[in-house]
């Protein structure tokens, strides 16, 4: 079973940037794919950017250009750049891994973007 926790959230002003981090329990290199998913208040959760294991990145429409998901093998780490930050950003942050035809999930990073 793949443990995940995610940290770096926070309240950021409008145009600034966070930096989102998730720590994985065992070797991302046997993971299928990482992802980030965000779920805002009154609303469904929604995939952010996925990573593959061969590194190939995707991004939904509202974030693309904006944000940059990468990972560390070595350290076992996935993380979202996050910039030029919107009010409507603002939800709960999960961490996901795909292992097996099994989806894990972290317990959720909260990002507040207001001025």
């Known amino acids: 079973q793949v443990q995940l926790v995610e940290s770096g959230g926070g309240l950021v002003q409008p145009g600034g940037s966070l930096r989102l981090s998730c720590a994985a329990s065992?070797?991302?290199?046997?993971?299928?794919?990482l992802a980030w998913y965000r779920q805002a208040p009154g609303k469904e959760r929604e995939l952010v950017a996925t990573?593959?294991?061969?590194?190939?990145?995707s991004y939904s429409d509202s974030v693309k250009g904006r944000f940059t998901i990468s990972k560390d093998i070595a350290k076992n780490m996935l993380y979202l750049q996050m910039n030029s930050l919107k009010p409507e950003d603002t939800a709960v942050y999960y961490c996901?891994?795909?292992?097996?035809?099994?989806?894990?999930w972290g317990q959720g990073t909260q990002v507040t973007v207001s001025s």
């Open positions: 996901n891994a795909a292992k097996n035809w099994v989806d894990y």
């Open positions: 065992e070797s991302i290199i046997r993971i299928n794919s």
């Open positions: 990573i593959t294991g061969l590194d190939s990145r």
